[in-house]
């Protein structure tokens, strides 16, 4: 199908999916669109795995982008006892894919020549007529809409609402990905496509697999991916989690291979101690766990004029809900559509666009913290009950 243009123009900060969510319907619906990512080069292996939900796909069919072959199934849940013994089964199909899958995907259909490496947001300007980013190189990009999908950390969120700031929820998820041929067989067999959980007092792991190395969806050449919900004092506690094995403090994350090997081992102590069996030998299998604090982040609003805040710069559903990714794809799914109600006048769209998308996000927050609270705090703060 051949998109007539608009004539419009849209800068989109931040590169990563929600970026490139907002990237591929603006063209969808006949905009330019430049998207600016502050990192030098390709981003990769950023979050492990993802539950694959309707959004996500219809996005990707309204871009044109192939949905035969985006990730691998789980055919039922279970739930285990302590001594890794099965305490419930029940019948649950899902799909589940990987962020690099998905990042792929988008990242291939996304014109390079319009993809920017390396450009860090400095400030943005605005008048009545058009909105400017002005970038850390001295250069600047003018537009008819500007959209803030950097994440937890936005800079576009801190120009326009500075005082909004994610929170520390109490607890970190640990996260781990395990080829399929480096896992025990017993272990191997009770996890292959199934969403497996392990829940015991202010705890739970998880696990389902993935796509592999490559985007490769071939048995055998699959992930098994895990997570693992664990308590820490924001004072007393996580600042050591979050400093890597270099020193460094990061605000909310280790990426793989950079946990101190210090937190590392005791991460790996604490699972020889407290999960079932099974999940002992996947933790034990993976070679570069790393590490995220759980957070909560809100907006009062997500339009300011020409500008708009989109997916986790906006909003940070808990990640029981398996909708971060999800919001990413609704939020720009709903702009493209409500740009084209309103014959792609931004001033009159966005207005149009900001409440059904403010309530979607509260709502998802509201849901994850209960899910989450339910699981961590249901025996007081602490990790053991």
């Known amino acids: 199908m051949t998109i007539k243009p608009t004539g419009n123009r849209a800068i989109v900060i931040g590169g990563s999916l929600g970026g490139l969510f907002v990237g591929i319907m603006l063209r969808s619906i006949g905009w330019d669109v430049d998207i600016y990512e502050r990192s030098e080069r390709n981003l990769d292996s950023r979050g492990g795995g993802i539950v694959l939900q309707p959004d996500v796909i219809e996005a990707f069919q309204i871009a044109g982008i192939s949905t035969q072959a985006l990730g691998v199934v789980a055919h039922e849940r279970y739930y285990l006892n302590s001594d ?9 199909r899902q799909m589940l894919t990987s962020w690099n899958l998905l990042y792929g995907s988008m990242r291939r259909h996304f014109p390079s020549e319009h993809y920017h490496y390396g450009k860090y947001l400095t400030d943005v300007q605005q008048n009545g007529e058009q909105v400017t980013a002005i970038f850390a190189d001295g250069t600047r990009d003018a537009a008819d809409l500007l959209i803030g999908a950097d994440g937890p950390n936005s800079t576009v969120r801190q120009h326009v609402l500075p005082r909004e700031r994610y ?7 640990y996260r781990g ?15 292959t496509e199934r969403f497996v959980f392990y829940q015991f007092p202010n705890s739970h792991i998880l696990q389902y697999v993935i796509p592999g190395d490559r985007e490769s969806l071939v048995p055998g050449e699959r992930r098994f991916n895990w997570v693992w919900y664990v308590n820490y ?24 291979g950079m946990l101190a090997p210090a937190v590392e081992q005791e991460m790996r102590s604490y699972a020889n101690t407290v999960l079932a069996p099974p999940f002992q030998k996947l933790v034990a299998a993976t070679q570069e766990p790393f590490v995220q604090a759980i957070l909560d982040m809100g907006v009062p609003q997500m ?17 029981h809900t398996a909708a971060s990714t999800a919001k990413a794809a609704a939020n720009a799914s709903s702009l493209a559509d409500t740009l084209v109600k309103y014959n792609h006048n931004v001033i009159e769209a966005l207005p149009a666009w900001e409440p059904s998308q403010l309530a979607y996000g509260r709502q998802l927050m509201a849901s994850g913290q209960l899910m989450g609270d339910r699981s961590q705090f249901r025996y007081g703060k602490s990790r053991e009950a």
Do not use: C, W
Not at 177 to 191: I, M, R, Y
Not at 233 to 256: A, F, M, N, V, W
């Open 167 to 173: 929170r520390y929820a109490g607890y970190v998820a």
């Open 303 to 319: 339009t300011f004029g020409r500008v708009a805040l989109v997916g986790d710069a906006a909003f940070i559903p808990r990640p």
């Open 233 to 256: 004092d924001k004072t007393t506690e996580l600042p050591s989690i979050l400093t890597d094995k270099q020193g460094k403090h990061r605000d909310y994350s280790i990426p793989p």
């Open 177 to 191: 990905l395990v080829n399929e041929n480096e896992l025990s067989s017993d272990a191997k067999a009770l996890f």
């Open 84 to 92: 890794g013994s099965i305490a419930q089964s029940m019948p649950m």
